[in-house]
């Protein structure tokens, strides 16, 4: 079974300086998407950024990019230039393949920003 | 970009009295929707999974009785939540995957008092 663990249950970060979450996951296929969703204190769930499996380049989107590492199964988020608007739930998510059936997410990161 | 859209955002009922919750996708056709549930400072488990026009498949634990879902139209999936009590109280979040991509989106959450 897919599992998708997220270690730090809580982050903190200055605004304008740069911050890394960690995702990890475990999986036997060879083909999955990798996401990465941010939750603000409205549980309005947005995605930040995918990952495609097959895609050895790291995704990126402005301030956000990926460190995705397939061998290792590792999916860390860094986020550059950190605004208060960043402050958040942050959840790592997989998906097995095209046709979605279900996302699997980590338990999630608490990230605060602090000015 | 693609919305999806839920109703009511807040509901509260007495114990055993059913709560139907709506899920709209407002400017894209899904096929597929899915529900989640979220307890307090928890991540987001998959309940089922609805496809329209034929039954929901329901994740292992998930009482198909008790969670009665309904996708009868490409932009509209329901839930009720039949005979509610108090452990049923939760926020319930329903994603929207649309055709052209796979990526889901999620609605803005639904939150469940049963008193």
């Known amino acids: 079974a897919q599992t998708v663990t997220q270690s730090q249950p809580e982050m903190s970060v200055q605004e304008a300086e740069t911050v890394t979450l960690s995702c990890t996951y475990d999986t036997s296929e060879s083909d999955y998407y990798l996401f990465w969703y941010k939750q603000p204190p409205s549980r309005q769930m947005i995605l930040v950024i995918r990952q495609e499996a097959y895609k050895q380049q790291n995704a990126t989107e402005n301030r956000f990019s990926v460190n995705f590492q397939k061998a290792a199964k590792s999916f860390s988020l860094k986020i550059s230039d950190s605004q208060l608007g960043d402050a958040a739930m942050y959840f790592c998510a997989y998906s097995l393949s095209y046709n979605t059936d279900k996302l699997i997410f980590g338990t999630g990161t608490r990230l605060q920003v602090f000015p | 970009g693609a919305v999806v859209s839920q109703h009511p955002s807040r509901v509260i009922c007495k114990s055993g009295t059913s709560v139907k919750i709506e899920c709209r996708s407002l400017d894209f056709q899904a096929t597929t929707m899915f529900w989640y549930r979220q307890f307090p400072k928890q991540s987001l488990m998959l309940m089922a999974t609805s496809n329209e026009g034929s039954k929901a498949t329901y994740e292992q634990g998930v009482e198909k009785d008790k969670f009665l879902i309904n996708h009868a139209s490409l932009t509209l999936s329901t839930l009720t939540v039949t005979s509610a009590h108090p452990e049923d109280s939760s926020f319930y979040i329903c994603?929207?995957?649309?055709?052209?991509?796979?990526?889901?989106?999620f609605g803005p959450g639904t939150r469940l008092t049963v008193l």
């Open positions: 994603s929207a995957r649309a055709d052209y991509t796979d990526t889901q989106y």
